[in-house]
C-alpha cells in the first residue's frame, strides 16, 4: 500500500521492524540507572542493544530524521531526547532543520493564525530524501 503524506514518514510495520534494537534502546532509558549507564558509555549501551551501523550513526550524530528513518518511533526517541536534555521543541527544529527558536516562533505564530481564523501553512521539513513518503517500492 503507498502512502503519500508529502513529507511525513509512516511509521509502519516494516519501519516498526527495522527499529526495534533502537526503539528498545530508547524505551530502557525510562529507568535511571539505565540512563545514568549510557551517559557513562554511550558506545557500550548501543553495542548492548545491537543498534544497526545506521542506527548507532544517528545516536551519535542526534540526527532526529536519520533516527527516524532508521525505525525510531518518536515517542521512543522522546525518551533519548530527555537524556540528551533536549525538550520537544528542540526535536522539532531538529526535525525541520530550524534551529528551536525559529521552532518555537513557528508555533507561536501558527497559533496566532489559528486563533485569527486565517489559513495555516504546514511547517516544511528540509528536503531529506530518507523522509520521502513510503511508497513501497524500496
Do not use: W
Amino acid at each position: 500500500m503507498a502512502h503519500d503524506i508529502p513529507g511525513t514518514m509512516i511509521f509502519d510495520g516494516e519501519l516498526a521492524h527495522r527499529g526495534l534494537a533502537l526503539n528498545r534502546m530508547c524505551f530502557s532509558l525510562n529507568r535511571a540507572e539505565h540512563r545514568a549507564e549510557f551517559l557513562a558509555d554511550e558506545e557500550a549501551y548501543l553495542d548492548r542493544y545491537g543498534l544497526t551501523d545506521e542506527q548507532r550513526a544517528a545516536v551519535r550524530n542526534r540526527d532526529v530524521p536519520a533516527m527516524l528513518a532508521a525505525g525510531g518511533n518518536v515517542y521512543y526517541l522522546a525518551k533519548l531526547a530527555g537524556v540528551l536534555g533536549l525538550g520537544v521543541q528542540d526535536l522539532g527544529g531538529l526535525q525541520t532543520g530550524m534551529s528551536t527558536a525559529a521552532f518555537s516562533e513557528h508555533l507561536l505564530d501558527v497559533g496566532r493564525r489559528v486563533r485569527a481564523g486565517e489559513p495555516v501553512a504546514p511547517c516544511q521539513p528540509l528536503p531529506d530524501p530518507a523522509l520521502a513518503p513510503h511508497g513501497g517500492g524500496d
